[in-house]
């Protein structure tokens, strides 16, 4: 059975980094898109960034120029690098593998910015 496992998530400071880590088990990595989501207290859950399976990219607004996602193929997992956070950006991370026929969630990885 499919299953992604989100790791590196915690407390850190206004202005501070993050690097999130998602690692797929059971699935052909290579053929899913992957993406990061987050969810705030009392909001819906919104897409971060995606990256596809040929390395495009796409980024929420608020993410562009601060976020960086990434895949090691190798690894099957898939990266958020984050820099510059801000108290708004504290949520729970989720990390997403979507194929044509499928759709894979993980549990998700608190991250909490704040002095």
């Known amino acids: 059975q499919a299953q992604l496992v989100e790791s590196g998530g915690g407390l850190v400071q206004p202005g501070g980094s993050l690097r999130l880590s998602c690692q797929a088990s059971?699935?052909?990595?290579?053929?899913?898109?992957m993406g990061w989501f987050r969810q705030a207290p009392g909001k819906q859950r919104e897409l971060v960034a995606q990256?596809?399976?040929?390395?495009?990219?796409n980024y929420a607004a608020s993410a562009k120029g601060r976020f960086t996602i990434s895949r090691d193929n190798s690894r099957d997992t898939v990266y958020l690098q984050m820099n510059s956070l801000k108290p708004e950006d504290t949520a729970v991370y989720y990390c997403?593998?979507?194929?044509?026929?499928?759709?894979?969630w993980g549990q998700g990885t608190q991250v909490t910015v704040s002095s």
């Open positions: 990256i596809i399976s040929d390395g495009n990219t």
């Open positions: 997403n593998a979507k194929a044509y026929l499928s759709m894979i």
């Open positions: 059971g699935t052909d990595f290579s053929m899913y898109a």
